[in-house]
């Protein structure tokens, strides 16, 4: 079991910016992958951005790239979110996942998530 912890949503204006934080309290913390989805009232879930852990490749979702940038901390088991010019649009409850292998895209454990409004 992987405990995932999200902070630093909040409300922004249009143009403005926040910093997502995803931590995990496991001493053995050995995903292959985190990513960040978010949930926008009514819709499904999307895929915002994925960082593998070890090199550290990254991956974006078209509607962020650009914007968006994903980081990690291996010494802190600590993903990051940057966000940059949001848009209204941009409004969700962002949440992180934990991906255990590379052989299967699927996240096995995810946070509760972090609230993101942005207002026009």
């Known amino acids: 079991q992987v405990l995932l912890v999200e902070s630093g949503g909040g409300l922004v204006q249009a143009g403005g910016s926040l910093r997502l934080s995803c931590a995990s309290s496991k001493r053995t913390f050995s995903p292959f992958a985190m990513g960040w989805f978010r949930q926008a009232p009514g819709k499904g879930r999307e895929f915002v951005a994925q960082?593998?852990?070890?090199?550290?490749?990254?991956n974006y979702s078209d509607s962020v790239k650009g914007r968006f940038t994903i980081s990690k901390d291996n010494a802190k088991n600590m993903t990051y979110l940057q966000m940059n010019n949001l848009k209204p649009e941009d409004t969700a409850l962002y949440s992180c996942?934990?991906?255990?292998?590379?052989?299967?895209?699927?996240?096995?454990?995810w946070g509760l998530g972090t609230q993101v409004t942005v207002s026009s």
């Open positions: 996942g934990y991906r255990p292998t590379r052989w299967l895209e699927e996240y096995l454990y």
């Open positions: 960082i593998t852990w070890s090199v550290g490749t990254t």
